[in-house]
């Protein structure tokens, strides 16, 4: 465990905290961005670098992008600032702590040392001949599915003629 | 604590932190971005577990957590359209004021 995991481990736990627990849905994906850089921070520590890139141009630029414009088109005009936490809120938060203290008693109960070989970077070329090769129905599967998702998305989202009328 | 379990215990507290978000927030956006915080500690356990692994030259782990990926942001978009779709309808996405699934 070196100091920069601590480090990333502190802003990741810091920014999340701070996206569930914020008033302002705005402020929330804000620090949600920052929560997905520091992810991407540890997958390029722990020697994923094309993880690490991607997940920065899917959930920063693409995720949380798309958030902030869920929220700008639902802003109602009474203001969103209801009420931040639902009413039954704190069965919520009791059912959260339970599941964290299960986890880690599990997971620090069992020696889970892992091996510490040298770990050798994969690299993009290595990542492009396997999809082509072994993975190539799940590559396709996740096009198919990636295609139905986006014309999903346009279909539900559409405004219909005979709404409007 | 080692290595490992460091990593696993940062992705078991950023998947209570997104459980505890999914479960009482009452704007139902940011519910659905606890469910992503989620899925993304499970993309941690994935990458921690491949580079502890015994050999880090099966590229399994990184293909799984690639495709974890790609299924959030399907997710993700699917999920906020049909939120969309609800504001429009019911004019609220108060979680707790949307109570009936017939319009």
Request: with cysteine.
């Amino acid at each position: 465990m070196s100091i920069s995991f601590l480090i990333i481990a502190v802003l990741i736990v810091g920014s999340t905290a701070a996206a569930m627990g914020l008033r302002n849905p705005i402020h929330c994906v804000l620090t949600l961005s920052i929560t997905f850089g520091g992810i991407a921070a540890l997958f390029l520590q722990l020697g994923a670098e094309f993880v690490g890139l991607t997940q920065i141009m899917v959930y920063v630029g693409a995720v949380a992008i798309l958030a902030v414009f869920a929220i700008m088109m639902t802003q109602s005009r009474r203001g969103l600032m209801l009420g931040t936490f639902s009413r039954n809120a704190l069965v919520g938060l009791l059912t959260a702590v339970a599941v964290f203290s299960v986890l880690g008693w599990a997971v620090l109960s069992q020696p889970v040392a892992g091996v510490t070989a040298a770990v050798s970077p994969v690299s993009v070329q290595q990542i492009g001949s396997s999809l082509m090769h072994e993975y190539v129905l799940p590559l396709e599967l996740i096009g198919l599915l990636l295609t139905a998702a986006l014309i999903g998305a346009i279909v539900i989202a559409m405004e219909r003629k005979e709404d409007t009328e | 604590m080692t290595g490992l379990q460091a990593y696993l215990l940062l992705s078991s507290l950023l998947f209570a932190i997104g459980l505890a978000g999914a479960l009482t927030r009452r704007n139902a956006i940011l519910v659905l971005i606890g469910i992503e915080l989620m899925l993304n500690a499970a993309n941690i356990n994935f990458i921690a577990f491949w580079h502890y692994g015994p050999a880090t030259t099966y590229i399994t782990g990184v293909m799984f957590a690639i495709f974890s990926i790609s299924v959030a942001a399907a997710e993700a978009a699917v999920g906020l359209a049909i939120i969309v779709a609800a504001y429009r309808h019911s004019h609220t996405i108060d979680l707790d004021s949307m109570n009936s699934l017939k319009g």
